[in-house]
Nanobody, 118 residues
Framework: QVQLVESGGGLVQPGGSLRLSCAAS????????MGWYRQAPGKERELVAA???????DYSDSVKDRFSISRDNAKNTAYLQMNSLKPEDTAVYYC????????????WGQGTQVTVSS
């Protein structure tokens, strides 16, 4: 059983920054994709950012140029640096780990609340 533990969420004022961390209980060296998703009340879960094993990144249009995803394979941890936060970024943020080889893995973390409010 793979465990993903998110941390770093909290309450921040508009324009502020937060850094989310996702610590995996296994080595992420061979993990194809680490992603951050979010779900606001009454809305579907959506992809925020993802990073491949080779370091290629993908961002939703709503966070491009404000958020940055990274991974530290030595620490088995993925990060989401969030800058210039807006009230509409308020949501529960989830980490996701996906691998296709040598066996398929697809795990989610428990989520961390991010609230942007003055």
């Amino acid at each position: 059983q793979v465990q993903l533990v998110e941390s770093g969420g909290g309450l921040v004022q508009p324009g502020g920054s937060l850094r989310l961390s996702c610590a995996a209980s296994i080595s992420i060296f061979s993990i194809n994709r680490m992603g951050w998703y979010r779900q606001a009340p009454g809305k579907e879960r959506e992809l925020v950012a993802a990073i491949s094993g080779g370091g290629n990144t993908d961002y939703s249009d709503s966070v491009k140029d404000r958020f940055s995803i990274s991974r530290d394979n030595a620490k088995n941890t993925a990060y989401l640096q969030m800058n210039s936060l807006k009230p509409e970024d308020t949501a529960v943020y989830y980490c996701r780990l996906q691998r296709t080889f040598p066996s398929k893995l697809d795990y989610w973390g428990q989520g961390t609340q991010v609230t942007v409010s003055s």
